[in-house]
């Protein structure tokens, strides 16, 4: 049941908005859980490897499903 916690709907909002939630959800997490953020902003596809870079969480996955790219981030 903890892991629907881990999930961030950050359709509809736009750059740098999805990537700054990630950031605060992120912070409330232990390393190494992860986090699902969906998101629909065609920026997010270049911003959130570069986040995830940038700031030692592992990208684990992302993916297309129809219109919304979801994303797997494992926090460091």
């Known amino acids: 049941m903890t892991k629907d ?3 961030l709907d950050a359709t509809g ?3 740098p908005l999805p990537v700054l939630k990630a ?3 992120l ?4 390393s190494g859980e992860m986090l699902t953020m969906h998101a629909d902003d065609p920026a997010a596809i ?3 490897p570069h986040f995830c870079s940038e700031t030692g969480h592992h ?3 992302s ?3 129809g219109p919304v790219q979801v994303y797997v ?3 460091k």
């Open 27 to 30: 912070q409330s997490l232990t």
């Open 23 to 25: 950031r605060k959800r």
């Open 46 to 48: 270049v911003d959130v």
């Open 5 to 7: 916690l881990n999930v």
């Open 13 to 15: 909002l736009l750059c």
């Open 59 to 61: 990208l684990v996955s």
């Open 73 to 75: 981030i494992r926090k």
């Open 63 to 65: 993916e297309l499903d």
